[in-house]
């Protein structure tokens, strides 16, 4: 069986950490990076966007060697904070570059504003995707996701990888997954 792994990332007020972990957590590659917190007034802390993209995406590279090694493709996921929108998450990818080991691990749920405007620009890079039955609207509100428009987005980015079901609604998961991925097999036959 292939040995499986987690990346974590966090920034706090001192720098950020960029770690490969196995799945039994044991540590097997790390970057660290300190960076520069701005105090505009008492009890406020800010950090440049762009200050950001580089500490993460130089977290990464630094990572990248030790992934390819070990045959392990890093993905870097659309999970709020610095990734909740696709311009952000896609400047990271931009300040990593082009690598073999390297891409967006797509979740169709956390896009926040535009969701399949912003699936549409980041389904190019993508290297895994997790699709969700719920997407926001433009109030950020939940509302049904379009099965078959992120089917056509990741036929028009070329996609080739797996499409995995991460189901988080309210509905009772043994009633509904088994409908959903009747659903997507169908859309992907």
């Known amino acids: 069986m292939p040995k499986r792994f987690y990346i974590g990332y966090d920034s706090g007020t001192m720098g950020t950490k960029v770690a490969i972990y196995t799945i039994e957590g044991e540590l097997v590659a790390d970057a660290y990076r300190e960076h520069e917190i701005l105090y505009p007034k008492p009890g406020w802390a800010e950090m440049e966007a762009e200050q950001f993209y580089r500490v993460a995406a130089?977290?990464?590279?630094?990572?990248l060697d030790y992934a390819g090694e070990k045959g392990v493709v890093l993905g870097l996921e659309n999970h709020g904070g610095i990734t909740a929108r696709?311009?952000?998450?896609?400047?990271i990818c931009d300040a990593v570059g082009e690598h073999p080991w390297f891409g967006v691990n797509l979740d169709t749920g956390n896009y926040r504003t535009n969701?399949?405007?912003e699936l549409a620009m980041a389904a190019p890079r993508s290297v895994n995707v997790q699709v969700k039955v719920e997407v926001a609207d433009e109030s950020g509100n939940s509302e049904p996701t379009d099965l078959a428009k992120i089917r056509d987005i990741l036929i028009q980015a070329?996609?080739?990888?797996?499409?995995?079901?991460?189901?988080?609604?309210?509905?009772?998961?043994?009633?509904?997954?088994?409908?959903?991925?009747?659903?997507?097999?169908?859309?992907?036959?």
């Open 86 to 91: 696709a311009e952000d998450h896609l400047a």
């Open 158 to 189: 070329n996609y080739k990888g797996w499409v995995a079901l991460e189901y988080e609604a309210k509905e009772d998961p043994l009633v509904a997954i088994p409908r959903y991925i009747k659903q997507l097999q169908e859309l992907f036959a």
């Open 115 to 117: 969701p399949y405007e």
């Open 58 to 63: 130089d977290g990464i590279k630094e990572c």
